[in-house]
């Protein structure tokens, strides 16, 4: 969270085009680290009010979270499973398996294509 606020949220609060619009707000699921005084700090710090979302909501208010990315993953999950089950049979006991960053730029091409709105 730390590294995604500096990166990211923080240019993005304080850069001036969003600070000539006053307060930004950064809406949060209830996640232990997203809670801390350090993140809370962080962002009070940064033109950025905080709210964050109850506890079992998080899938009433995320519906792109709950349908297509949920299935995204699942559909990707099954590509990677069919990668181990054939790398298991051409690699020596104990090689790592890791696909290649080509290897994953097709799951997700393949995955994505295959998702029908």
Same mark, same amino acid.
């Given at each position: %969270?730390?590294?995604?606020?500096? !990166? ?5 609060? /304080?850069?001036? =085009?969003?600070?000539?619009? &006053? ?11 997203? %809670?801390?005084?350090?993140?809370? !700090? ?5 033109? /950025?009010?905080? =709210?964050?979302?109850?506890? &079992? ?5 995320q519906v792109m979270d709950v349908g297509l990315n949920r299935l995204f993953k699942l559909r990707y999950e099954i590509e990677f499973h069919q990668y181990i089950r054939v790398m ?30």
């Amino acid at each position: %969270m730390i590294i995604f606020l500096q !990166k990211i949220w923080i240019p993005f609060a /304080t850069s001036p =085009e969003v600070k000539a619009c &006053g307060l930004c707000l950064l809406l949060m699921d209830s996640f232990s680290s997203h %809670m801390t005084k350090t993140i809370k !700090k962080m962002l009070s710090d940064c033109n /950025t009010i905080t =709210e964050f979302v109850p506890k &079992g909501y998080t899938a009433k208010l995320q519906v792109m979270d709950v349908g297509l990315n949920r299935l995204f993953k699942l559909r990707y999950e099954i590509e990677f499973h069919q990668y181990i089950r054939v790398m298991v049979h051409r690699l020596s006991p104990g090689e790592p398996i890791r696909p290649s960053r080509q290897d994953v730029s097709k799951w997700v091409m393949k995955v994505w294509h295959n998702i029908k709105p």
